[in-house]
Nanobody
């Protein structure tokens, strides 16, 4: 059974940085895709960044140039490096994964994902 555990959230001031981690277990598939999503109070969950098993990435326009998604296959860990954080980035951040292949245009759609972590809170103060 796939389990995803996020860590690395916290409180930072505007302009600061955080690196989120997502440790995956029970994952033995060679073809998959994984993503980071966020949900602020009263808002829908939205895609932030995604990566496929072959290393292709996709980013929301609002985070391009500031956030970087990466994976360490040896450690079964997904990362999200977040720089130049803004107060509007405050949200619960979730890691998600799914097996197989999905078109790149759909990688930031939460409905594409089968497995979800519990989330880690990111709070950015002005």
């Amino acid at each position: 059974q796939v389990q995803l555990v996020e860590s690395g959230g916290g409180s930072v001031q505007s302009g600061g940085s955080l690196r989120l981690s997502c440790a995956a277990s029970g994952y033995t598939y060679s073809r998959y895709y994984m993503g980071w999503f966020r949900q602020a109070p009263g808002k829908e969950r939205e895609g932030v960044a995604a990566i496929t098993s072959d290393g292709s990435t996709s980013y929301a326009d609002s985070v391009k140039g500031r956030f970087t998604i990466s994976q360490d296959n040896a450690k079964n860990t997904l990362y999200l490096q977040m720089n130049s954080l803004k107060p509007e980035n405050t949200a619960m951040y979730y890691c998600a994964s799914s097996v197989g292949w999905a078109p790149r245009w759909s990688l930031l759609n939460p409905s594409q994902y089968n497995y979800w972590g519990q989330g880690t809170q990111v709070t950015v103060s002005s």
